[in-house]
């Protein structure tokens, strides 16, 4: 078993792409796995699970779409279940502050008999250059239902390196590492950051929740998107999670990577160059 692979869920995901390159650099062997590998795996087909997860001794877990979804808690638990089943030791579960469902799912992975960690991470950098809101950014305006609440945004590189630590470092084992960025910003102030660092407008614009998923049903989003849409900025970004935490800190040693650094490191990647659009100054 020490020398099986490494199960990363979610292959070509944002986090886990960078957990799997981070743990390849050190040596370690991998199986990064989603809908799209051979072997696939589908949390929606449980089927597909047995195949893909045998012969691993340990597990970088990010379930899709979002563990505030109802059904995530007994989807965790029964994938916990055949995890100890087939005898994987450690079980390292991407999470998100302050959800209500996800702390169900989170419980279900500390309940379920493996050692455990848990990545409770803040809302990612990243959502404004590889996600859903690169859009907005690219065509001038990102239009959101979130006010003047503030979020400690997280590089997700450090997501990355924090668990990697966990996978690779048994004494930080069955514990949770909450982490986030080192300031609270609001979607105003993050657009405006972009805004100099691309050096052409973009303006933030605060819209009604309706308006926001009306326009997302216009697009043809699933019910389900919809729903976990409409929980995310009404429910979990009211406030709760304005604080920054220490877990980066705590796992690394060192302070989490701030937002000016994350834009650094974006216009460095081209993600944000505008091709075939007129730049305007
Ligand atoms: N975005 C945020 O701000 C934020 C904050 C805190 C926590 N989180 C948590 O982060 C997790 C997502 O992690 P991530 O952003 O690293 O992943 P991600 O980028 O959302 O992962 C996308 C990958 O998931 C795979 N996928 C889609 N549906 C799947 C399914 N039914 N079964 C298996 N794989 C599937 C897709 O690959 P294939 O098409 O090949 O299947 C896709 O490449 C979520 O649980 C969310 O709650 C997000």
Not at 6 to 27: C, M
Not at 125 to 144: C, D, K, P, V
Not at 177 to 189: I, N, Q
Request: glycine share 8%; with cysteine; net charge negative.
């Amino acid at each position: 078993m020490k020398d099986s692979p490494i199960l990363i869920i979610g292959k070509n995901g944002k986090t886990g792409l960078r957990v799997e390159q981070r743990l390849q650099a050190l040596g370690y062997a991998t199986r990064g796995v989603s809908r799209s590998t051979a072997p696939a795996f589908d949390w929606e087909d449980r089927a597909t699970w047995r195949a893909a997860m045998a012969g691993t001794r340990s597990a970088y877990v990010t379930f899709h779409p979002d563990l505030a979804i109802p059904s995530a808690e007994q989807t965790i638990r029964d994938f916990v279940a055949l995890a100890a089943e087939l005898g994987l030791q450690h079980l390292v579960l991407l999470s998100g502050r302050g959800e209500d469902g996800a702390r169900r799912a989170e419980l279900a992975l500390e309940q379920g008999g493996l050692d455990w960690n848990i990545v409770r991470a803040s809302w990612f950098m990243q959502n404004f250059s590889e996600n859903f809101m690169i859009e907005g950014i690219l065509n001038g305006e990102l239009a959101l239902p979130a006010g003047d609440i503030v979020e400690p945004f997280i590089d997700i590189d450090d997501i990355a390196e924090v668990a990697v630590a966990t996978l690779t470092r048994p004494e930080l084992r069955n514990r949770v590492f909450e982490v986030s960025g080192p300031r609270a910003m609001t979607f105003a102030e993050c657009v405006a950051a972009i805004s100099e660092a691309t050096g052409y407008p973009v303006k933030y614009t605060q819209i009604p929740i309706e308006d926001f998923v009306d326009g997302l049903r216009v697009q043809g989003a699933p019910e389900p998107l919809l729903w976990l849409m409409r929980e995310l900025f009404t429910v979990v970004f009211d406030g709760r999670n304005s604080s920054p935490t220490g877990g980066v800190e705590e796992a690394l040693g060192r302070p989490a990577t701030d937002f000016s650094e994350y834009l650094r490191k974006v216009m460095a990647t081209g993600a944000w160059e505008r091709s075939g659009m007129q730049q305007q100054a």
